[in-house]
Nanobody, 115 residues
Framework: QVQLVESGGGLVQPGGSLRLSCSFSGFTSDAYAIGWFRQAPGKEREGISCVDGTDGSTYYLDSVKGRSTISRDNDKNTVYLQINSLKPADTAVYYC????????RGQGTQVTVAS
C-alpha cells in the first residue's frame, strides 16, 4: 500500500525559503513520477511541480518556476521541493502524490508565509 508523508512546512516571512520533503513507500522507488500539489483555503488543489522517476525530468507551474527546485533521492525514497522567495500567495497545505493525485493522500504540510 502506498504511503506518503510530507514534512518541512512552517511559518516563514516573505522572501524566505523552505525545503519540503515527501517520504514515500509501497512502490518501487523509480516507478512513478511524483508531483507536489498545494491547496489554499477556498481554492482548488493545484499541481505545482513534478519529477520523473527515472530520467529526473521536471516540470514547474509558472507561479513557482524560477524559484523552486524539485529533486528526488530514490535510495531514500524521498522527493524534495525547495521553494525560495516565498510569497504570501504560497500559503497553502502542500501534498505529494502521483501525477493523477489518486494515491491515498498524506497529511500534508502547512506552509504559511506572513510577516
Amino acid at each position: 500500500q502506498v504511503q506518503l508523508v510530507e514534512s518541512g512546512g512552517g511559518l516563514v516571512q516573505p522572501g524566505g525559503s523552505l525545503r519540503l520533503s515527501c517520504s514515500f513507500s509501497g512502490f518501487t522507488s523509480d516507478a512513478y513520477a511524483i508531483g507536489w500539489f498545494r491547496q489554499a483555503p477556498g481554492k482548488e488543489r493545484e499541481g505545482i511541480s513534478c519529477v520523473d522517476g527515472t530520467d529526473g525530468s521536471t516540470y514547474y507551474l509558472d507561479s513557482v518556476k524560477g524559484r523552486s527546485t524539485i529533486s528526488r533521492d530514490n535510495d531514500k525514497n524521498t522527493v524534495y521541493l525547495q521553494i525560495n522567495s516565498l510569497k504570501p500567495a504560497d500559503t497553502a497545505v502542500y501534498y505529494c502524490n502521483n501525477l493523477g493525485g489518486n494515491w491515498p493522500r498524506g497529511q500534508g504540510t502547512q506552509v504559511t508565509v506572513a510577516s
